[in-house]
């Protein structure tokens, strides 16, 4: 394999290193925040879901909004992730501050997270 072949990014897949801290814009083009992490479904191989990082200083008073990644869609002239949400539309959004992760197997709480979105289907 030649060393010189970019291996964490092609025309159309990407990384999750790369996808990791990557900006997200409303659809007006205002930073929401970066992409904190990405959860994969580990049954399908699927990202299942895009966490979103708002707020806070070196960690303190950060939220976290898990967003449906099929809400996601890639901006080439942004450089980052756009979704149809406005930021006081996060106001409302299941969320969890950094200290308290949410219990991911929860059925209902992936619900709930899909639902706000209104992305369809079951989240794992």
Do not use: C
């Amino acid at each position: 394999m030649n060393a010189d072949v970019a291996v964490d990014e092609t025309r159309n897949l990407i990384s999750a290193d790369k996808v990791e801290g990557t900006y997200v814009f409303d659809s007006e083009g205002e930073q929401l925040g970066h992409i904190k992490t990405i959860m994969l479904n580990k049954l399908n191989g699927r990202v299942a879901y895009a966490v979103l990082s708002t707020g806070g200083f070196l960690g303190l008073g950060t939220d976290y909004y898990p967003l449906p990644w099929e809400i996601l869609r890639y901006d080439t002239d942004l450089g980052g992730y756009v979704v149809s949400v406005r930021r006081d539309m996060l106001d409302g959004a299941p969320h969890y501050p950094a200290d308290q992760e949410p219990d991911w197997a929860d059925r209902l709480f992936g619900e709930a997270v899909r639902g706000y979105y209104g992305a369809p289907g079951a989240a794992a």
